[in-house]
């Protein structure tokens, strides 16, 4: 049975960091696409960086030069390290897993929920001005 679970969400205020991870279990396969998207009440999901086997990683415009997305293949888990945070940064942020053996993310060219087949359950960010 497939498993992801998002820790390190909180409150900060604005300018602050946080460091998300994402640990996993019952994923079976070599390699592994992950991913990190974050929801709004209200909205879809929002693709905000993703990173392939070979550590090559793809940001969302509106986190670029402030996150920074890493992946360790042996534990098959990924992290995001959130820094100079803003109030528009607040969300439910979800982490996300595909079997990735030999795509690149930048072959994808996107962060899109429907490439990716396992999802966590979300932990809270929340930036205060």
């Known amino acids: 049975e497939e498993e992801l679970v998002e820790s390190g969400g909180g409150s900060v205020q604005t300018g602050g960091s946080l460091s998300l991870t994402c640990a996993t279990s019952?994923?079976?396969?070599?390699?592994?696409?992950m991913a990190w998207f974050r929801q709004t009440t209200g909205k879809g999901r929002e693709g905000v960086a993703a990173?392939?086997?070979?550590?090559?990683?793809l940001y969302a415009d509106p986190v670029k030069g402030r996150f920074t997305i890493t992946q360790d293949n042996d534990k098959k888990m990924t992290t995001l390290q959130m820094n100079t945070l803003q109030p528009e940064d607040t969300a439910t942020y979800y982490c996300?897993?595909?079997?990735?053996?030999?795509?690149?993310?930048?072959?994808?060219?996107?962060?899109?929920?429907?490439?990716?087949?396992?999802w966590g359950q979300g932990t809270q960010v929340t930036v205060s001005s």
């Open positions: 019952g994923l079976i396969y070599n390699g592994y696409c």
């Open positions: 990173i392939d086997r070979f550590g090559n990683a």
């Open positions: 996300a897993a595909e079997e990735c053996l030999v795509t690149t993310i930048q072959a994808l060219g996107r962060i899109d929920e429907a490439d990716f087949a396992y």
